[in-house]
């Protein structure tokens, strides 16, 4: 990915950090990929069998006072690997994140909407199989993420969260001929109140 967008991301998270009413959590969950059919089929089928992943990573929230909304910025990894038929392909997403979130209802049990536009590196895919090993380089895209969730507030400085996001991920910046790459994201995360 661009060295920009690394430098860009710093700053909102350093923004964040430093700012008043902040939450700081990690994240974890599954990314279940909707396309293109290249991911979803199998090795068999002549796919990547990359359908369903785990992804894991942080994520910052400022809360903007007296408005029930708050902006974030995330940094979300996505391993991805299949093997079948003695045949293994690995690669992975790097999806950098900013968005906001509006609250629907204040309280311990607190239901939202949000939105992220998202700066997105594909890593370099691996083939190996008894015939001999290819790559193929990786390269960068991007695109937006929306959907909804619900926080609970724990303790007074520790919340958890669980959300559904709808990703397209290739938006902007592809190539002719190049198909959609989208997912349905179930995250779990835990937050740590720091003002």
Do not use: C
């Not at 700066?119 to 991007?142: C, D, I, Q, Y």
């Not at 400085?157 to 938006?171: E, P, T």
């Amino acid at each position: 990915m661009k060295k920009s967008y690394f430098l860009f991301f710093a700053l909102i998270l350093t923004s964040i950090t430093f700012s008043q009413s902040i939450k700081v959590g990690v994240l974890g969950g599954t990314t279940m990929f909707q396309s293109p059919d290249e991911f979803t089929k199998s090795i068999t089928e002549g796919g990547f069998g990359f359908n369903n992943s785990i992804h894991y990573g942080i994520k910052g929230k400022f809360e903007i006072p007296l408005l029930p909304l708050s902006m974030n910025a995330s940094i979300l990894y996505v391993p991805l690997s299949s093997e079948e038929s003695s045949i293994k392909l690995t690669s992975n997403l790097l999806a950098l994140g900013i968005g906001a979130e509006w609250s629907f209802i204040p309280g311990p049990i607190s239901p939202y909407a949000s939105i992220d536009l998202l700066f997105n590196s594909f890593g370099e895919l691996k083939l190996e199989s008894p015939f001999g090993n290819l790559k193929e380089k990786g390269f960068t895209r991007n695109g937006f993420a929306f959907g909804g969730g619900i926080t609970f507030t724990l303790l007074p400085m520790i919340d958890l969260d669980l959300s559904a996001k709808y990703a397209y991920y290739n938006l902007l910046g592809t190539k002719g001929g190049e198909k959609a790459v989208t997912s349905i994201n179930i995250t779990g995360g835990i937050y740590i109140s720091f003002l």
